[in-house]
């Protein structure tokens, strides 16, 4: 199984690019944090899953099922906790 890779990039003080991969998102995380604190410009992550299941943009669900033919019931409620 492939592990998830997060990529970290930034632009130095003296506009040029960088990067740097981590396989930890928390970890990701504080470099981000880390460069931002340091003043670096256009500092961003970016995530790339081998593992995802399905295609990104392309599932739906179509009366009420899943491409596959599984019936699809999960709905998100939003009446405040009560």
């Known amino acids: ?5 997060y990529v970290v990039y930034w632009t130095m003080t003296n506009g040029a ?3 740097a991969k981590h ?6 995380l504080r470099h981000a944090e880390l460069h931002r604190r340091q003043g670096m410009r256009f500092v961003t992550m970016c995530a ?3 593992n995802q299941v399905g295609r990104m943009g392309v599932d739906q669900i179509v009366d009420n099922k899943t491409p596959d033919g599984v019936e699809y019931t ?3 409620r939003r009446d405040g906790g009560q």
């Open 1 to 5: 199984m492939n592990e998830v890779e």
């Open 23 to 28: 396989t930890d998102m928390g970890a990701a």
């Open 48 to 50: 790339e899953n081998p």
């Open 17 to 19: 690019p960088a990067s």
């Open 74 to 76: 999960w709905v998100k």
